[in-house]
């Protein structure tokens, strides 16, 4: 079957560093799966932060970015420099582009990142 | 507000008890999802729904059946709880059925089954 692997947690950076969370994904029966970052903020719902669905592309948002690297199934989630407002729960996700029956996504176990003032 | 609300967000039931969780999403969206996430485990599919009808279904057990009475409404029915079915369960959306569409969750049920 398919799978997400992301860096376990807990992360804890300082504000103004770097951040990267690794992703590699392994889906044996698609051949380009769609990419997903979903991240839980405190007290709130799931919520998706960028997606990729082409090879080679990169998604952006809210600072973060993720590039799809087909060679090396990884998709992982960047930030120059982090701020207090992104701790929060980073979850890698991958999707099949064929599936007509919805949005049925695989998920990574999630990273709990903490960012000190 | 949260557009997806699900009901409750606690739950404590005893083994071989029967429980339903509510949602409802207020988004307008043709498509919803049951998701679950077991202590320890990655968030995992269960079912989608597209207009009340079931369009996939991961959910080994038919312990598992989701009810759809409105368009905007998709409960799910626990029936003979084990304690292995303690987890938190979300409840999501997303306009059309198609693979790449955000999905829009709601805050999680978390069930304890004792």
């Known amino acids: 079957g398919d799978s997400v692997t992301q860096t376990e947690g807990p992360v804890t950076v300082s504000e103004s560093e770097s951040l990267i969370i690794n992703c590699t994904y392994s889906?044996?029966?698609?051949?380009?799966?769609?990419l997903f970052w979903y991240v839980r903020y405190p007290g709130e719902g799931l919520q998706l932060l960028l997606k990729?669905?082409?090879?080679?592309q990169k998604g952006s948002s809210r600072g973060f970015e993720a590039t799809y690297n087909k060679e090396t199934t990884s998709f992982h989630l960047q930030k120059a420099s982090v701020q207090e407002s992104d701790s929060a729960v980073y979850y890698c996700a991958l999707g099949d582009p064929w599936n007509n029956a919805g949005a049925k996504l695989t998920f990574g176990g999630g990273t709990r990142l903490t960012v000190r003032p | 507000d949260p557009k997806i609300i699900q009901k409750p967000k606690y739950l404590v039931a005893v083994t071989g008890s029967e429980k339903i969780l509510i949602c409802e999403q207020y988004?307008?969206?043709?498509?919803m999802y049951w998701y679950r996430q077991s202590a320890k485990k990655p968030l995992e599919f269960m079912f989608s729904y597209s207009y009340q009808k079931l369009m996939d279904n991961q959910t080994a057990s038919s312990r598992f059946q989701p009810q759809s009475s409105k368009k905007n409404h998709l409960d799910l029915q626990i029936t003979a709880l084990k304690p292995d079915d303690s987890a938190t369960y979300f409840c999501?959306?997303?306009?059309?059925?198609?693979?790449?569409?955000?999905?829009?969750f709601g805050h999680g049920t978390k069930l304890s089954v004792l």
């Open positions: 889906a044996t029966s698609i051949a380009y799966p769609n």
């Open positions: 988004l307008g969206h043709n498509a």
């Open positions: 990729v669905i082409t090879a080679g």
């Open positions: 999501a959306s997303s306009r059309p059925q198609i693979s790449n569409e955000r999905l829009f």
